[in-house]
């Protein structure tokens, strides 16, 4: 059974950090681009970073502009998204995704909520 289960959202501050993790099982994950969506209410889901299978290169939106970083421990079978500085723009679900490289599956996370307010 395919699971992608998001954690490490919550309630900060604006200026704060969050580390986001997303586990993964059922697939192969070395084998899968991963990625952190987000989508916030009354908007559409937007890509937030992605990183590729080997965790070399790695793709951020532009509204990210040096606050975030991607990474994955393949031996973990996790992805995680550090962020910081966040904004109240910044509100959303995060949503993992994982993408095979040789494929058109992939996979959707249920999301875990991040909000961003003093």
């Known amino acids: 059974q395919v699971q992608l289960v998001e954690s490490g959202g919550g309630l900060v501050q604006p200026g704060g950090s969050l580390r986001l993790s997303c586990a993964a099982s059922?697939?192969?994950?070395?084998?899968?681009?991963m990625s952190w969506y987000r989508q916030a209410p009354g908007k559409e889901r937007e890509l937030v970073a992605a990183?590729?299978?080997?965790?070399?290169?790695?793709n951020y939106g532009g509204f990210v502009k040096g606050r975030f970083t991607i990474s994955r421990d393949n031996a973990k079978r996790t992805v995680y998204l550090q962020m910081n500085n966040l904004t109240a723009e910044d509100t959303a679900i995060y949503y993992c995704?994982?993408?095979?490289?040789?494929?058109?599956?992939?996979?959707w996370g249920r999301g875990t909520q991040v909000t961003v307010s003093s």
């Open positions: 995704y994982a993408r095979a490289t040789s494929s058109d599956t992939a996979y």
């Open positions: 059922g697939f192969s994950f070395s084998s899968h681009l």
């Open positions: 990183v590729t299978n080997g965790g070399v290169f790695t």
